[in-house]
Nanobody
Framework: QVQLVESGGGLAQPGGSLRLSCAAS????????MAWYRQAPGKQRELVAA???????NYADSVKGRFTISRDNSKNTVYLQMSSLKPEDTAVYYC?????????????WGQGTQVTVSS
């Protein structure tokens, strides 16, 4: 059974930091690209950061230089280090695993973790 379990969300002050974790199970983690998305109230879900199975990363312009995505294949875990947080970073953050192969496309989601940035 595939599971993606996020943790590390909570309340942070503007300028503060949080680290999100996503523990994966039930699939070959190292074969998958991993990503973090977020969805603020009344807005569409948007890509925040992604990391390929080979470790290449990309970021939304709004978080470049502030957020860092990383993965530990030995722990089947992906992380999102968030620094210099802004109120507009407030959202539910979702972990995503995805892979395309000749046998089909695979796309898994976590349940989300709330991040609130407020003084």
């Amino acid at each position: 059974q595939v599971q993606l379990v996020e943790s590390g969300g909570g309340l942070a002050q503007p300028g503060g930091s949080l680290r999100l974790s996503c523990a994966a199970s039930g699939f070959r983690f190292s074969f998958y690209a991993m990503a973090w998305y977020r969805q603020a109230p009344g807005k569409q879900r948007e890509l925040v950061a992604a990391i390929t199975s080979g470790g290449a990363t990309n970021y939304a312009d709004s978080v470049k230089g502030r957020f860092t995505i990383s993965r530990d294949n030995s722990k089947n875990t992906v992380y999102l280090q968030m620094s210099s947080l802004k109120p507009e970073d407030t959202a539910v953050y979702y972990c995503n695993a995805n892979r395309a192969s000749p046998l089909g496309a695979y796309d898994y989601w976590g349940q989300g973790t709330q991040v609130t940035v407020s003084s």
